[in-house]
């Protein structure tokens, strides 16, 4: 009767404490937190997460049951930490969005745009192909579960009870904007090259023939250049982005 009573007091609340922070970063995170996902089947995950990881997540919980100021405090500054890893890893993944707008710009293919369920709106062709691949090579090479390993060990990054300091959250995050940035500009270097010797080239044809309509060739060439430059590279920068979406998620929630 005393363990219950002890369960009652103590594992309620633990596993409170640890279905916030897992349940709020699986909202964010890439797949499990998409618009297709169904609500439910959200709320399901993180539960079950929560649930198994549970007996891994107490020896970081606070020794004694705090007060309800306290408990509420907790639970935001819960809530702030897993909404800061499920946006880390959802910048990480927009290095393949970064790429697919930029090879779409330069394949003269920006405005045709489709709807994107991963961004639950407008975005470029490529920029979708690229996105809906990247989630499906996180779940096939299993870097899911280094989503997950990164969940735990955030708890001796961000231990409970102290919240976490917003300009070190806001340098963090700024640090990821600008390697996925970087990423998605080196995946897309091949097609800026490509359409800038294109370019080049049609601007001496039309100073050498003045009377060839440059723009109505350059099109065409452009989009079948881009595409087939596509077939080339596409393996090398997928593969160059799960390297970096690895090293990424081990850089800030692994140390």
């Given at each position: 009767?005393?363990?219950?009573?002890?369960?009652?007091?103590?594992?309620?609340?633990?596993?409170?404490?640890?279905?916030?922070?897992?349940?709020?970063?699986?909202?964010?995170?890439?797949?499990?937190?998409?618009?297709?996902?169904p609500?439910?089947?959200?709320?399901f995950?993180?539960?079950?997460l929560?649930?198994?990881?549970?007996?891994?997540?107490?020896?970081?919980?606070?020794?004694?049951?705090?007060?309800?100021?306290?408990?509420?405090?907790?639970l935001m500054?819960?809530?702030?930490?897993?909404?800061?890893?499920?946006?880390?890893?959802?910048?990480?993944?927009?290095a393949?969005?970064?790429?697919?707008m930029?090879?779409?710009?330069?394949?003269?293919?920006?405005?045709?745009?489709?709807?994107?369920?991963?961004?639950?709106?407008?975005s470029?062709?490529v920029?979708?192909?690229?996105?809906?691949?990247?989630?499906?090579?996180?779940?096939?090479?299993?870097?899911?579960?280094?989503?997950?390993?990164?969940?735990?060990?955030s708890?001796?990054?961000?231990?409970v009870?102290?919240m976490p300091?917003?300009?070190?959250?806001?340098?963090?995050?700024?640090?990821?904007?600008?390697a996925?940035?970087?990423?998605?500009?080196?995946?897309?270097?091949?097609?800026?090259?490509?359409?800038?010797?294109?370019?080049?080239?049609m601007?001496?044809?039309?100073?050498?023939?003045p009377?060839?309509?440059?723009f109505?060739?350059a099109?065409?060439?452009?989009?079948?250049?881009?595409f087939?430059?596509?077939?080339i590279?596409?393996?090398?920068?997928?593969?160059?982005?799960?390297?970096?979406?690895?090293?990424?998620?081990?850089?800030f929630?692994?140390?």
């Amino acid at each position: 009767m005393e363990n219950l009573t002890e369960f009652f007091d103590t594992g309620v609340f633990f596993f409170m404490l640890t279905f916030v922070r897992i349940g709020t970063a699986m909202m964010f995170f890439p797949g499990i937190g998409d618009s297709y996902t169904p609500t439910r089947v959200r709320l399901f995950m993180g539960l079950g997460l929560a649930l198994i990881l549970f007996p891994a997540t107490r020896g970081f919980m606070p020794a004694e049951v705090p007060g309800t100021f306290t408990f509420f405090m907790l639970l935001m500054g819960e809530f702030v930490v897993g909404a800061f890893i499920g946006m880390i890893a959802r910048i990480l993944m927009m290095a393949l969005d970064t790429a697919g707008m930029v090879i779409s710009l330069q394949a003269s293919l920006s405005n045709a745009q489709l709807f994107n369920p991963a961004l639950s709106s407008q975005s470029s062709i490529v920029g979708t192909f690229f996105l809906m691949i990247g989630m499906l090579l996180i779940f096939v090479t299993d870097l899911h579960h280094l989503l997950i390993y990164g969940l735990v060990n955030s708890y001796q990054i961000f231990p409970v009870g102290d919240m976490p300091d917003s300009s070190s959250m806001a340098q963090l995050t700024t640090r990821a904007v600008a390697a996925a940035f970087y990423t998605g500009i080196r995946i897309a270097a091949p097609f800026m090259v490509i359409t800038t010797v294109l370019y080049i080239g049609m601007g001496v044809l039309a100073r050498l023939m003045p009377q060839v309509q440059v723009f109505l060739l350059a099109i065409p060439v452009q989009i079948m250049l881009a595409f087939l430059v596509m077939a080339i590279t596409v393996a090398a920068g997928l593969a160059y982005w799960l390297s970096f979406y690895e090293e990424g998620m081990r850089f800030f929630f692994m140390g």
